[in-house]
């Protein structure tokens, strides 16, 4: 449990090193000792910041993007790694409470991972979307039931986290606020702005502003504090990224990233969707009483004896030795 009420959280916009481990995990410390310095207690970084949200896989055909795919491959960051480690040591030194997200190899295989890193600099809890989304499918494998825990309990507060359109799953949201969050880190790739309806037949829900309020009414429903984190792409890096001349990847853009209150209040100034930055609000777990008060959607608030939610906490083996 908390050990006190007021914490200093971030949220991290900014574009990642490009199909770089080393690069990107530099540019992690980096940003962590940034952070550090501003007295940052609890931050958050995107969805798969290392090595960046490979885009192409929505503007292009799967056979246009295997030489990235194999780079990609190779970039991903291993959980027990040595890179991984120097990450660790950064949180330790700077005595925050980090999720950190990232495209996680193991063996073959490729997920979409966030490591809760508490303050000491171990990794306290590790989960993976638990359904990429589309056509991410084609890169990164699916989350079991242990992905299904997204929060734990911190120095400063119960730190909760998922990925991109998690936030669309009511039912996942639902369990983690049984769970008691109460500060949450909604990890985001780059978003754009709606595209232009002559280039491109495109949906509204694929875009910043829609993410964006999906984060937002998150905040809303669960009564949390929401930490938005999201990647940025700018013109230099579209080559590198097989984006060249695609009608959605508007440039510098894709950042979308804010901090809000329990009752969905905005507790910062964004900044350009182009720029880089963190985010930082100084917020109060006091705060979250008052909404609560109102609607508490796993206590006062519900029907379990209607509505409720069953979990399958039990984890799948790929394989099972029989007992003789």
Request: glycine share 8%; aromatic share 8%; charged share 20%.
């Amino acid at each position: 449990m908390a050990s006190f009420n007021s914490v200093r959280v971030g949220a991290v916009q900014a574009e990642p090193v490009w199909l770089d481990l080393d690069g990107s995990v530099n540019k992690t410390i980096s940003l962590i000792e940034k952070a550090a310095s501003d007295g940052v207690q609890v931050l958050g970084f995107p969805e798969v910041w290392i090595p960046g949200y490979p885009w192409s896989m929505w503007t292009s055909a799967v056979i246009n993007n295997t030489h990235i795919i194999h780079e990609y491959m190779a970039n991903s960051m291993l959980r027990d790694s040595e890179q991984m480690r120097r990450i660790q040591a950064a949180v330790r030194k700077a005595k925050m409470f980090v999720v950190l997200g990232y495209s996680e190899r193991e063996g073959a295989s490729l997920y979409m991972a966030q490591s809760f890193i508490s303050p000491g600099g171990e990794i306290v809890h590790h989960r993976r979307k638990i359904k990429p989304t589309h056509v991410e499918r084609t890169i990164w494998g699916e989350g079991q039931a242990e992905s299904l825990k997204c929060v734990v309990d911190s120095p400063f507060g119960k730190i909760g986290g998922l990925n991109c359109w998690e936030h669309l799953q009511p039912l996942l949201r639902y369990y983690e606020y049984s769970q008691g969050v109460q500060i949450h880190v909604a990890s985001w790739p780059a978003e754009f702005e709606m595209p232009d309806p002559a280039k491109i037949n495109w949906l509204y829900h694929e875009t910043a502003e829609a993410s964006c309020r999906a984060s937002q009414f998150m905040a809303i429903e669960g009564q949390c504090f929401v930490l938005v984190a999201t990647q940025v792409l700018t013109e230099g890096n579209l080559e590198k990224n097989n984006l060249t001349g695609n009608p959605v990847t508007k440039t510098p853009g894709g950042g979308f990233s804010m901090i809000f209150g329990p009752d969905g209040k905005p507790l910062c100034e964004p900044i350009d969707a182009g720029a880089e930055g963190i985010l930082m609000a100084d917020v109060n777990l006091r705060d979250i009483d008052y909404p609560k008060a109102f609607i508490d959607v796993v206590g006062h608030y519900a029907r379990p004896d209607l509505l409720s939610l069953l979990v399958n906490p039990s984890v799948d083996n790929h394989v099972t030795m029989m007992q003789k």
